[in-house]
């Protein structure tokens, strides 16, 4: 297979998986932000699942900037 299109099937991969987290992390949020207006203080399992979409979305940043450093040293297209 050519290279280019296996970089640019991980990249689609790796904007969907933003995307996803991203979407994830935001609904949490607001769910959490939901409960506090409500008076209700915050569950337990909302801040675990908002902590690991948290940790989703840093996984994601990193493999972001390793693309990054191989593009820029050459090394993609």
Known sequence: MDKRKVWREQEQLLVQRWNAA???YQELQARIS?????????NE??????EQARADIDAVRRQVARLKVEFVSGKRY
């Open 45 to 50: 399992t909302l801040m675990r699942e908002a």
């Open 22 to 24: 991203a979407t994830r």
């Open 34 to 42: 939901r409960q506090a207006a409500g008076g209700d203080p915050a």
